[in-house]
């Protein structure tokens, strides 16, 4: 909120300021007012010098678990804007979510020839790898990634993950724990550190991740079903625990 409000005191002064229009978009896209947010993308593109961040803006008009229906809107886009690594990095993502990883290969490697330091680029290709079990590949990728930018939450995320799929749970949960460390406020690190305690049987840390993801995100009901179901397992193995430490 307060960036919005930001954001409108800059448009208040600088009324074609292109970071400002995109972040009033932006917020009327997650609100849900997706009319509103289309007429602000609509406007936005008239008359922006750089129109490739609300191009992509728009695509988030569609369903986002409907990643075939998006698919075809950003192939057009990548037509456009041939030379764009974002706009190519979306589209091989949308290719991963489609099904479609060697597809998503060849976009992402038209990426690295534009920008061969891109850790977006990086991060899509370590979760091709680890999809497609080249688990050491996976790490390789997502450690230069992070080498070019430690902030890159994804990163810590996805390399989580193919630790979990290495089957080495503890290095999972170190990775989650930087994750946690760089952004407190993201749920996503908990899930996944829940998960990775759940594999190793510390259902206890298990409950505890999975508590401060429902704080940061109240009202995600996936979360909340993953939360009722530890608690119930946690209860039943310390009832089970019990009589042995009599």
């Known amino acids: 909120d307060q960036a919005i409000e930001q954001a409108d005191q800059v448009l208040f002064s600088?009324?074609?300021n292109e970071r400002a229009l995109w972040l009033i978009a932006s917020a009327q896209l997650q609100s849900g007012n997706?009319?509103?947010a289309k007429k602000s993308i609509d406007n936005a593109r008239l008359i922006a010098a750089d129109p490739v961040p609300f191009e992509l803006l728009s695509i988030d008009l569609y369903s986002p678990d409907q990643p075939t229906l998006v698919l075809p809107a950003l192939k057009k886009l990548a037509e456009k804007y041939?030379?764009?690594v974002s706009v190519l990095n979306r589209l091989a993502a949308c290719q991963i979510d489609s099904g479609l990883p060697d597809k998503a290969n060849i976009?992402?490697?038209?990426?690295?020839t534009i920008d061969?330091?891109?850790?977006?680029?990086l991060i899509l290709l370590g979760k091709i790898d680890r999809l497609t079990g080249n688990l050491d590949q996976a790490i390789a990728h997502l450690s230069?990634?992070?080498r070019l930018d430690p902030s890159k939450i994804d990163a810590y995320l996805e390399m989580g993950q193919t630790y979990q799929d290495r089957r080495e749970v503890d290095r999972a949960i170190e990775v989650y724990r930087k994750a946690i460390e760089m952004v407190a406020k993201d749920p996503r690190p908990y899930v996944q550190?829940?998960?990775a305690y759940k594999e190793s049987r510390d259902y206890r840390n298990a409950e505890f991740m999975l508590?401060?993801?429902a704080q940061l995100s109240p009202s995600d009901q996936g979360i909340r079903r993953q939360l009722a179901a530890i608690v119930a397992l946690n209860l039943v193995n310390n009832l089970q625990e019990a009589p042995k430490r009599k």
Not at 107 to 112: D, E, G, H, M
Not at 116 to 121: K, R
């Open 211 to 213: 508590r401060q993801a």
């Open 116 to 121: 061969g330091e891109n850790a977006e680029t």
């Open 193 to 195: 550190a829940s998960a």
């Open 107 to 112: 976009t992402l490697n038209n990426s690295l």
């Open 34 to 36: 997706k009319q509103l």
């Open 14 to 16: 600088h009324p074609g």
């Open 144 to 146: 230069q990634a992070l």
């Open 82 to 84: 041939p030379d764009n």
